[in-house]
């Protein structure tokens, strides 16, 4: 996929240059198939200095969001930081690329998702927590870690190029900050921050891997490259448990990393994301970070 295949057939989806927008730009897929579409946020105030350059957040979301790239593509809207940014009309003052995964062979869910919702007047819609686990607080180690070769069927890793020319054609395109690009995901999209962390450590300004957990054995370069992380977690999930991201944070912190931040939310399930992607201190963090 190149910059050129990007910039043709964008769509805006909503035009008030002083506002927020929000189009949705196609891409042909480096490994072949049909056109695709993902989502690119410009916030407020994009067009008031031609010469401003802006944070570029680029966001993996979880395997419940997957879909088609085209009709389907709404579906990503469901969680993070768009979500935050256009649904729920905060203003974060990125770039904001979120690209969608193809079904993995082709499975598709038997019942409806939610319907993600529209940008409207007024308020943003009120927020789906879920519902409270009602398990202990424990920390257990149990059962064997997750066979990490096998775990994540065409996850994010097979559109590896795909991601980095979108972050390529943000900065060139999109006034993006090249030092001021940073990488989050939840779920099968934390499992996909930490390997596009692993493997391009020098690309991001900062990670932060949400109810996702990363191969132990290929954390070693995010530790030489000191790449600010923040890892966060569910202490009550069932889904993708909490001894296996404390796994992958031992290895990290072995490893010689000097600073790497962990927070459980012992309260919360597989759905922490929500309550991660409300909170100011995570955009603040990011803020902070710069690429050295």
């Not at 202990?136 to 070769?149: C, F, L, N, V």
Request: net charge negative; glycine share 10%; hydrophobic share 35%.
């Amino acid at each position: 996929m190149t910059t050129a295949g990007l910039a043709a057939g964008a769509a805006t989806l909503h035009a008030d240059h002083h506002g927020p927008r929000l189009e949705r730009r196609r891409y042909q897929p480096s490994r072949g198939g049909a056109e695709r579409e993902h989502y690119l946020y410009l916030p407020p105030g994009f067009d008031d200095d031609p010469d401003e350059k802006w944070p570029v957040l680029l966001f993996l979301h979880g395997n419940g969001e997957r879909g088609d790239g085209l009709d389907e593509l709404k579906y990503t809207l469901l969680h993070g930081p768009l979500r935050e940014a256009w649904i729920q009309k905060r203003d974060l003052p990125f770039v904001i690329l979120q690209p969608q995964l193809d079904w993995y062979t082709r499975r598709r869910p038997t019942n409806p998702r939610p319907d993600p919702g529209e940008r409207s007047e007024g308020p943003g819609p009120e927020r789906r927590h879920g519902s409270r686990m009602t398990t202990p607080m424990i920390r257990t180690e149990s059962g064997e870690p997750p066979r990490w070769g096998s775990t994540l069927p065409e996850g994010w890793g097979e559109v590896e190029q795909d991601l980095l020319a979108m972050v390529d054609a943000a900065v060139a395109d999109y006034r993006g900050d090249p030092d001021r690009v940073y990488l989050t995901g939840l779920s099968y999209g934390g499992f996909g921050t930490w390997l596009m962390a692993a493997k391009h450590p020098d690309r991001w300004a900062a990670a932060a891997p949400i109810c996702g957990a990363g191969d132990p054995t290929t954390v070693q370069p995010i530790a030489d490259a000191r790449l600010p992380i923040w890892v966060y977690q569910g202490g009550r999930d069932p889904v993708v448990q909490t001894e296996y991201v404390l796994r992958t944070v031992r290895a990290l912190e072995a490893a010689g990393h000097p600073d790497v931040r962990f927070t459980v939310h012992e309260d919360l399930g597989h759905n922490v994301w929500t309550r991660v992607y409300q909170s100011e201190d995570f955009y603040r963090w990011l803020l902070a970070q710069r690429r050295s």
